[in-house]
């Protein structure tokens, strides 16, 4: 009979396996690390119940979605160690734990949001672009670790020639025996100021010179002027101008006049004598000078372009950024078998980095995307139907609202009605009354 068919559960289903068993659809959920990892990727558990065969495919997703991760979190840990050295390790700790998330998020993005949709191609190759750029920024830091030693050795030979070249400009540009350089321009920025160049001493005694010389011609001319006020207030003062007063004998306002000039032509000379004094002094200073810098100078000078080239030897970058990365394609350029590990070290570290996006380019759509899809489908069904419920019941709320309004109109409308037939007819009642109250005076009048 009917009632002797087992009947099965609304929520399970039977599959024929090809062999004439069956198995029961769903199928118990899983627990354990896989659902984690298949929860970084947003797989459905329980849809995932319905196609069992799919679990292993997506659980080693996760696990290559979570492998990228960790990769990008030691790659920004070799990074921050090589670059920045300076920092404590629960800095580094810190910085690498927050990439880790970062890569997890965009990478679980990239393949969650491919799930139950027919993606398309341009579509799948914008991630695929997302995941190299972000395989580049995680593959850099680990080149420069596998070619450490090479980088470090080709730095060291690029800041020697560096340094060398720049000590070679120094010791062209300020020659030992002082002569100047300026007019070369390549010069510029490469001359030193040492004290006691024969060269600078040598313009000095120069400057000095010619600076006394000129003093000298004005010294000349404030000494003959002085000689002049001198002859002149010996000539007016002579025994032939005195004169003689109630005190006794004494010279006249004129030659007082001369005196004073004579005074001041002195005073006036005196200054310039002085400094002349000083000059010749200095002049003479330098020379003597000018006479030991032969063997003193060498030795200053040779000093300063030992500290000038210590300092630019310690100015040298050797753990930057750049200069790892110019080290890096100055080993990659100067041998063949160093370019082709480096473009196949770069093409495997890519791969790996962009896997999630390639795997999913490469198995396209599963079971499981079709009946997440199909679910899509339905659930917007759904929601197009309960739109379309909500609608008429909304629509039918109205019309009851109308119907209510227009029963109201007419009640309020047949209270009008009353209350205005009522008024009348109370209005026509008092008018009743009052004829009748008159007729009744007019009556009793005519009696009476």
């Not at 109308?402 to 409308?413: I, K, P, S």
């Amino acid at each position: 009979m009917a009632t002797d068919i087992p009947l099965r559960p609304a929520d399970t289903a039977s599959l024929d396996d090809g062999d004439g068993t069956s198995a029961r659809r769903p199928v118990a959920p899983a627990h354990g690390p896989a659902v984690r990892l298949r929860k970084l990727i947003g797989v459905d558990e329980g849809l995932l119940t319905w196609v069992p065969e799919m679990r292993t495919r997506y659980t080693l997703y996760g696990a290559l979605v979570f492998n990228t991760a960790v990769v990008g979190a030691a790659s920004m840990a070799l990074a921050l160690g090589s670059f920045r050295s300076d920092l404590p390790w629960p800095a580094v700790a810190c910085v690498s734990l927050i990439w880790f998330w970062v890569v997890l998020t965009l990478d679980s993005w990239l393949v969650s949001s491919t799930h139950g949709t027919q993606v398309k191609k341009w579509t799948l190759m914008l991630r695929f672009f997302l995941s190299v750029l972000l395989g580049l920024f995680i593959a850099e830091p680990i080149l420069f670790q596998i070619f450490d030693k090479e980088i470090r050795q080709e730095i060291a030979v690029g800041n020697e020639q560096k340094v060398a070249d720049y000590r070679g400009m120094l010791v062209s540009c300020n020659p030992t025996d002082g002569t100047s350089t300026t007019g070369r321009p390549e010069c510029g920025r490469y001359q030193l100021k040492v004290a006691g160049s024969p060269a600078e001493l040598d313009r000095q005694i120069e400057n000095n010179t010619a600076r006394a010389a000129t003093l000298r011609t004005q010294v000349d001319g404030l000494g003959k002027k002085h000689d002049d006020k001198l002859a002149t207030e010996q000539r007016l003062c002579g025994p032939k101008y005195y004169i003689w007063t109630g005190r006794g004998r004494d010279v006249t306002i004129t030659c007082k006049r001369a005196r004073t000039a004579t005074s001041d032509a002195a005073t006036e000379l005196e200054p310039y004598e002085k400094q002349l004094k000083d000059l010749t002094a200095k002049v003479q200073t330098l020379t003597a000078q000018k006479e030991r810098a032969a063997n003193d100078y060498q030795p200053l000078l040779q000093r300063a372009i030992d500290d000038k080239t210590s300092r630019r030897a310690a100015a040298l970058d050797t753990d930057g950024i750049l200069t790892r990365a110019h080290g890096l394609t100055k080993v990659a350029g100067a041998d063949g078998f160093a370019l082709f590990l480096t473009v196949v070290l770069h093409l495997l570290l890519l791969g790996f980095d962009a896997m999630p996006v390639l795997a999913k380019l490469m198995s396209g759509a599963t079971v499981y995307d079709e009946l997440l899809g199909k679910r899509f489908e339905t659930s917007r069904r759904l929601y197009s139907e309960e739109l379309q419920v909500q609608q008429a019941c909304a629509r039918l709320e109205h019309e009851v609202q109308r119907h209510q309004v227009e029963q109201d109109t007419a009640d309020r409308m047949r209270r009008l009605e009353l209350e205005y037939h009522r008024a009348q007819a109370e209005r026509a009642a008092e008018e009743r009354s009052e004829l009748e109250a008159r007729m009744r005076r007019i009556l009793a009048a005519r009696r009476a």
